[in-house]
């Protein structure tokens, strides 16, 4: 599986950002595809996660109630709306994929960076 993430760039305080994540290859061993964040000089975390076959999906306590993941099955392409930003937000975001129920993120995209200014 290969991942393309995009959408990245200056966002304002309380403004929004839409993140996308193509995935192209062998997408039917996508089993859940996650996206994750590393602020600067920090580790990487996982933001948000869906399952690809029924949309259940996972935030961390950090953006609930301002981020939503999607995906759109026929186009392999999930999104991460964000919603009222905080500067907190800063980071490179980075798309990963999971082919089965347990174990590592396999595949990841090449990242892309968020910067939230007030």
């Known amino acids: 599986v290969q991942l393309q993430a995009s959408g990245g760039g200056l966002g304002q305080v309380g403004g929004s950002l839409r993140l996308s994540c193509v995935a192209s290859g062998r997408t039917e061993n996508i089993y859940n595809l996650g996206w994750f964040r590393q602020p600067p000089g920090k580790d990487r975390t996982a933001v948000a996660t869906?399952?690809?076959?029924?949309?259940?999906?996972y935030y961390t306590d950090s953006v609930k109630g301002r981020f939503t993941i999607s995906r759109d099955t026929a186009k392999n392409t999930a999104y991460l709306q964000m919603n009222d930003l905080k500067s907190e937000d800063t980071a490179v975001y980075y798309c990963?994929?999971?082919?089965?129920?347990?174990?590592?993120?396999?595949?990841w995209g090449q990242g892309t960076l968020v910067t939230v200014s007030s």
């Open positions: 990963a994929v999971r082919p089965g129920r347990y174990g590592p993120y396999e595949y």
């Open positions: 869906i399952i690809w076959s029924d949309s259940t999906t």
